[in-house]
């Protein structure tokens, strides 16, 4: 089985850059090649590099090269994993809140008997 | 029935942070108790089909809310709530952690420290609450947990379970 702890190590380092961010944000929309990651970005090509090995390092996307062309490419299950828990939060919330809204409403009752 | 209570969730990966904003049909010193007495947190702080179970409830700054949430097998999930800053009936704080059933905080595990504010919309209550991790890690090492075996997982496995009775 695999560890958990390891897959999500630096993940939320990864993406607490809006640089990173962003990379990550197109993406998801379909793979690309380093060149067109870089272009949004006023910055050089090797800082704008770092930021692409820290998301590599922390497993949140891969890149091949074909050639003279590099391309990036997220890596979806460790997205889930993070998309899984703030769901399952969510969903805690509001089970809760319904809870809450029944008993204001029976409280509501017994006031006013 | 389905109120449109307004209910507001968002999770922000960059701050570590989760803030729930919620209206209630009551008044707001109605909504104040039923965050803060036991009697009545053990009417609804579980999410369904757990229920909640309080050992200790002091409600006072420097206090805590001892509590479980417990599944319908009897499983026992402990947490502990500290109280850090209280101010009737506007806003309090606290700090939430896993705990075991004599009370002592898990020191592997973070804390999450919950800002909740408590304010009037007509004859209708609103409530924020923020629950933020200290960092970036101690957010992966909770989520790391309800991956493994958390109540989150738990819940899930009841939802399947609940469907397939229904079916």
Redesign the interface.
């Given at each position: 089985m695999e560890n958990h702890s390891t897959i999500l190590d630096s993940t939320f380092h990864a993406l607490s850059d809006p640089t990173r961010r962003m990379v990550v944000s197109r993406l998801m929309r379909g793979p690309a090649p380093v060149k067109e990651l870089a272009k949004p970005f006023e910055m050089g090509l090797p800082s704008f590099l770092k930021h692409l090995k820290i998301l590599e390092d922390s497993g949140l996307i891969t890149s091949r090269k074909e050639g003279r062309v590099r391309t990036c490419e997220v890596r979806a299950d460790r997205l889930e994993a993070i998309e899984r828990w703030f769901d399952e939060q969510r969903a805690i919330w509001e089970s809760r809140y319904r809870n809450l809204d029944n008993l204001l409403m029976n409280l509501g009752g017994e006031d006013t008997k | 029935m389905k109120?449109a209570?307004h209910?507001d969730?968002v999770?922000d990966?960059?701050n570590?942070t989760?803030t729930?904003k919620?209206e209630?049909?009551?008044k707001r010193q109605?909504?104040w108790d039923?965050y803060t007495k036991s009697d009545?947190l053990d009417?609804?702080?579980?999410?369904?089909p757990l229920t909640t179970k309080t050992k200790s409830m002091d409600f006072r700054e420097g206090g805590h809310w001892h509590y479980a949430m417990v599944d319908p097998q009897g499983q026992e999930y402990w947490s502990r709530l500290d109280y850090q800053t209280i101010h009737p009936i506007d806003h309090y704080s606290a700090l939430d952690g896993f705990s075991d059933e004599t009370g002592a905080v898990n020191p592997d595990m973070p804390r999450s420290t919950w800002k909740v504010t408590f304010t009037d919309a007509s004859d209708h209550t609103f409530v924020q609450?923020v629950v933020s991790y200290g960092s970036?890690?101690d957010?992966?090492?909770v989520?790391?947990m309800?991956?493994?075996e958390g109540?989150?997982?738990t819940?899930?496995r009841l939802d399947e379970l609940l469907l397939q009775l229904d079916a």
């Amino acid at each position: 089985m695999e560890n958990h702890s390891t897959i999500l190590d630096s993940t939320f380092h990864a993406l607490s850059d809006p640089t990173r961010r962003m990379v990550v944000s197109r993406l998801m929309r379909g793979p690309a090649p380093v060149k067109e990651l870089a272009k949004p970005f006023e910055m050089g090509l090797p800082s704008f590099l770092k930021h692409l090995k820290i998301l590599e390092d922390s497993g949140l996307i891969t890149s091949r090269k074909e050639g003279r062309v590099r391309t990036c490419e997220v890596r979806a299950d460790r997205l889930e994993a993070i998309e899984r828990w703030f769901d399952e939060q969510r969903a805690i919330w509001e089970s809760r809140y319904r809870n809450l809204d029944n008993l204001l409403m029976n409280l509501g009752g017994e006031d006013t008997k | 029935m389905k109120p449109a209570l307004h209910f507001d969730f968002v999770a922000d990966k960059s701050n570590n942070t989760i803030t729930v904003k919620r209206e209630f049909a009551g008044k707001r010193q109605l909504v104040w108790d039923c965050y803060t007495k036991s009697d009545l947190l053990d009417r609804w702080f579980a999410p369904a089909p757990l229920t909640t179970k309080t050992k200790s409830m002091d409600f006072r700054e420097g206090g805590h809310w001892h509590y479980a949430m417990v599944d319908p097998q009897g499983q026992e999930y402990w947490s502990r709530l500290d109280y850090q800053t209280i101010h009737p009936i506007d806003h309090y704080s606290a700090l939430d952690g896993f705990s075991d059933e004599t009370g002592a905080v898990n020191p592997d595990m973070p804390r999450s420290t919950w800002k909740v504010t408590f304010t009037d919309a007509s004859d209708h209550t609103f409530v924020q609450t923020v629950v933020s991790y200290g960092s970036a890690e101690d957010l992966d090492k909770v989520i790391a947990m309800g991956i493994k075996e958390g109540l989150a997982s738990t819940l899930n496995r009841l939802d399947e379970l609940l469907l397939q009775l229904d079916a």
